[in-house]
């Protein structure tokens, strides 16, 4: 619950009161924080978090809003990290070591890499969102996972107010998965993160027909500059048509359920997993017949059906509806679960 329209609560300049996140989510969808931190030194990060604590508020953190599905106004105090900076710690052989602050554009952090020679991140260029929130979401794209470059994550334990560093092996990375995303949640703030890349990397040129697009022999920028065009070609950009991204993860079933999928549908479209298959959620939402499909100012855009869109909506209702439409039709017809790859926030407490 709301404290009672904090009378006695006094707050740093920097933090605002009952503020519109709606340029904060790529959805667009217009919620209020009820205390909002927009933070750009880890001393003004700290004294956020102080102040929370001080007054019993829970914190919220966001970066670039490309991950979220806010659904309802947001108490406590919401963090957006707009730590900045770009640092390479050294150079040996053919690699280097660099640290992303986490309020870092991450398609100009893979940009920055390219244009340095470095390589290892080109197949994740053009995913919306800042480098903090990489790691949550371990963000993968083409046959690359950030987990195979990340080296450690360094971040605000809430508890002493500390700067710690976590090994990459620490941090639980999974498909889309991370301990940052669930039980590590309230336990830390990324600061930054740290990535290995080499000028020399093997290039990942297996998926989405990458390999098809390259020159005989692909530089670092042949990869990021298809992989560039090619995201273009089929996803929306934000700025002009609101979303999130990917909407939902591609599910992964079991070798039974892949073939019993298959001998229906032979040209389903899925990726081997060891002895489990994954399926591409694109493909069974197509197959479902909800790509293009438009209702209540929201829709599934026409040339990518993992993609959920907000037209004109103010509010989250209308696409959480057509979200439970779209994974009611596929279970019908698949018997396959949709996942939501975005993080649910706001609503009552």
Same mark, same amino acid.
């Given at each position: 619950?709301?404290?009672?329209?904090?009378?006695?609560?006094?707050?740093?300049?920097?933090?605002?009161?009952?503020?519109?996140?709606?340029?904060?989510?790529?959805?667009?969808?217009?919620?209020?924080?009820?205390?909002?931190?927009?933070?750009?030194?880890?001393?003004?990060?700290?004294?956020?978090?102080?102040?929370?604590?001080?007054?019993?508020?829970?914190?919220?953190?966001?970066?670039?809003?490309?991950?979220?599905?806010?659904?309802?106004?947001?108490?406590?105090?919401?963090?957006?990290?707009?730590?900045?900076?770009?640092?390479?710690?050294?150079?040996?052989? $053919?690699?280097? &070591? =660099?640290?992303? %602050?986490?309020?870092?554009?991450?398609?100009?952090? !893979?940009?920055?890499? /390219?244009? *340095?020679?470095?390589?290892?991140?080109?197949?994740?260029?053009?995913?919306?969102?800042?480098?903090?929130?990489?790691?949550?979401?371990?963000?993968?794209?083409?046959?690359?996972?950030?987990?195979?470059?990340?080296?450690?994550?360094?971040?605000?334990?809430?508890?002493?107010?500390?700067?710690?560093?976590?090994?990459?092996?620490?941090?639980?990375?999974?498909?889309?998965?991370?301990?940052?995303?669930?039980?590590?949640?309230?336990?830390?703030?990324?600061?930054?993160?740290?990535?290995?890349?080499?000028?020399?990397?093997?290039?990942?040129?297996?998926?989405?027909?990458?390999?098809?697009?390259?020159?005989?022999?692909?530089?670092?920028?042949?990869?990021?500059?298809?992989?560039?065009?090619?995201?273009?070609?089929?996803?929306? $950009?934000?700025? &002009? =048509?609101?979303? %999130?991204?990917?909407?939902?993860?591609?599910?992964? !079933?079991?070798?039974? /359920?892949? *073939?019993?999928?298959?001998?229906?549908?032979?040209?389903?479209?899925?990726?081997?997993?060891?002895?489990?298959?994954?399926?591409?959620?694109?493909?069974?939402?197509?197959?479902?017949?909800?790509?293009?499909?438009?209702?209540?100012?929201?829709?599934?855009?026409?040339?990518?059906?993992?993609?959920?869109?907000?037209?004109?909506?103010?509010?989250?209702?209308?696409?959480?509806?057509?979200?439970?439409?779209?994974?009611?039709?596929?279970?019908?017809?698949?018997?396959?679960?949709?996942?939501?790859?975005?993080?649910?926030?706001?609503?009552?407490?």
């Amino acid at each position: 619950m709301l404290m009672n329209e904090h009378k006695l609560l006094e707050w740093p300049e920097w933090i605002s009161h009952k503020t519109s996140l709606q340029s904060f989510n790529t959805f667009g969808f217009d919620y209020q924080a009820e205390f909002l931190a927009v933070v750009e030194s880890i001393e003004q990060l700290i004294a956020s978090v102080k102040w929370a604590k001080c007054h019993d508020l829970p914190v919220t953190v966001i970066g670039g809003g490309s991950n979220l599905l806010i659904k309802g106004d947001v108490a406590g105090l919401v963090i957006v990290n707009q730590l900045s900076g770009i640092a390479v710690h050294y150079s040996y052989d $053919d690699c280097s &070591e =660099v640290t992303f %602050s986490a309020g870092e554009n991450w398609h100009n952090c !893979v940009a920055w890499s /390219v244009d *340095q020679g470095l390589g290892g991140i080109e197949n994740l260029a053009l995913i919306p969102g800042t480098a903090g929130a990489a790691p949550v979401q371990n963000i993968g794209a083409y046959g690359v996972e950030v987990k195979d470059t990340l080296q450690r994550v360094t971040a605000l334990d809430l508890e002493t107010l500390e700067l710690v560093e976590i090994e990459a092996n620490q941090c639980g990375f999974a498909y889309r998965e991370s301990k940052f995303k669930h039980e590590w949640k309230s336990k830390y703030i990324i600061t930054s993160m740290t990535v290995r890349l080499s000028a020399t990397p093997t290039l990942v040129l297996e998926y989405g027909g990458l390999l098809q697009a390259m020159p005989s022999s692909p530089t670092i920028r042949d990869v990021f500059e298809t992989v560039c065009h090619v995201r273009r070609e089929k996803l929306p $950009d934000p700025a &002009e =048509v609101a979303n %999130s991204g990917s909407f939902f993860k591609n599910p992964v !079933v079991s070798d039974v /359920v892949y *073939q019993s999928i298959r001998t229906q549908y032979p040209e389903v479209v899925a990726f081997v997993q060891g002895k489990q298959w994954k399926l591409a959620a694109g493909w069974l939402n197509d197959r479902a017949g909800w790509k293009g499909y438009q209702e209540n100012g929201v829709g599934v855009y026409p040339k990518q059906a993992l993609v959920l869109v907000n037209y004109t909506c103010q509010k989250a209702d209308a696409l959480l509806a057509l979200e439970a439409k779209i994974k009611a039709s596929v279970y019908k017809t698949f018997g396959v679960e949709l996942e939501r790859e975005p993080v649910l926030l706001g609503g009552p407490v």
